[in-house]
């Protein structure tokens, strides 16, 4: 009985989440005809007084056939982010910097929990006060993390280089039941003020950064009602008259109840992400929505998945790894290659991909179904490639390491290679490769078998002797 049952629900669990993907891609048929890619970079900046966000057009079609969004919030220094919410889950890899961010699920427990004696003048002399809230998490350079769709957050650099956070927001996903349009809802603040708009005209600008918070629409005796203040405090609430913009400025720095993180917690947690914990696995059902692991970092060479010390890495984030990917049903990688590398020729079967040049500068090319080369061109640090779902794609780095993040629009994102050691041809018997492209056994032979590597191809013999050809004439 417990086995069926068992059996049952996995296969529930199978239907639906087809059921999601068919939803997802069924919304798209008929709207997209992308018969020509180009990388994209920022139209719209947003700046704030502690710091500003660049925006990729939403309304370029690249974006809307595969339904999402990109942003890139610089933060400087005891900068803060102001708490919001979003349509639509969001996972943010962080570039550069380090700090603390915090997430708001309602129901969940306030965990974080401290008893403070106030200086004379604050409340008066000898009095106390105690703050309780939710879990705070600490992130660093490399770690991608994880927001459901409606869930409040917030987040704060409390290095002393300016952090970068690159934030993909994925409208198509089922979560979001509005149209594919990304909204970002503030409650607290006025994005509205301090806004200087670049690129393209008025119309482009981001619609989640066009007004104020969410309480400024509700009336100041309502408001005053609801939380039990003064009409004062509640005007104040609505940040009407506030001019800082969505980050703000944290003179003293931001006094929050959260756990000192050692060297050695930071090295316990870089083991469990890794799976060396040394206790038992875990499955992802223990986690609960206020309970489950929303980081992990993916710039660790120690946790590549696809590794070639002549060639590069390739290191992926998904559902097993971080279980909270299931719910949201994203994923995540991270590429660099060396040198005169290739990735292998390759699709992904099941979801779209956003590519997000971090370091260098590749050639890239992408061909679609009939065939023919969507993309054909060199992509640099801070471009966006879009890479709708079966298309073939391949990467080369020539003269200098490249470097990206990858984000998928699928839990686990499925890759089938066309070249190496997996890939689809060496899965097809000599005689099928020798008809199939006019070719004698031998030659298919060595198309077969002469790359032994699976993803992350070093220069080839060959190449190698037409580099020294070219070095010589």
Known sequence: MGSSLLCFSLSLLLVLHGTFAQQRFQQQQGQCQLNRLSPQEPNVRIQAEAGLTDVWDPNNQQFQCTGISLIRHVI?????????????????????????????????????????????????????????????????????????????????????????????????????????????????????????????????????????????????????????????????????????????????????????????????????????????????????????????????????DVYNPQAGRFTTVNSFTLPILGFLRLSAARGVLYRNSIMAPHWVTNAHSIIYITKGEARMQVVDHRGQAVLDDRVRQGQVVVVPQNYAVVKHAENEVFEWVEFNTNDNAMLNTLAGRTSAIRGLPLDVIANSYQISREEARRLKFNREETLIFGASGRSRSSERGIAAA
């Open 76 to 304: 400087q220094p005891r900068g803060m982010l102001l708490p919001s919410y979003l349509n639509a889950p969001l996972l943010a890899y962080v570039e550069q910097g380090r700090g603390f961010f915090g997430i708001m699920n309602s129901g969940c427990p306030e965990t974080f929990q401290s008893s403070q004696q106030f200086q004379q003048g604050e409340r008066g002399a000898g009095s106390r006060f105690q703050d309780h809230h939710q879990k705070i998490g600490q992130f660093r350079q490399g770690d991608i993390i994880a927001f459901p769709a409606g869930a409040a957050h917030w987040a704060y650099n409390e290095g002393n280089e300016e952090l970068v956070l690159v934030g993909f927001e994925d409208s198509g996903n089922s979560a979001n039941q509005l149209d594919q349009t990304s909204r970002r809802f503030f409650i607290a603040g006025n994005p509205q003020q301090g806004e200087r708009q670049q690129g393209q005209q008025e119309g482009a600008r981001r619609e989640q950064f066009q007004s104020g918070n969410v309480f400024s629409g509700f009336e100041q005796e309502l408001l005053a009602e609801a939380f039990g203040v003064d009409r004062e405090t509640a005007r104040k609430l609505q940040g009407q008259e506030d001019q800082r913009g969505h980050i703000v400025n944290i003179d003293q720095g931001l006094r929050v109840v959260r756990p000192p993180l050692s060297q050695e917690q930071e090295e316990r947690e870089e083991r469990q992400e890794q799976g060396q914990c040394g206790g038992p696995s875990m499955n992802g059902i223990e986690e609960t929505i206020c309970s489950a692991r929303l980081r992990q970092n993916i710039d660790n060479p120690a946790r590549a």
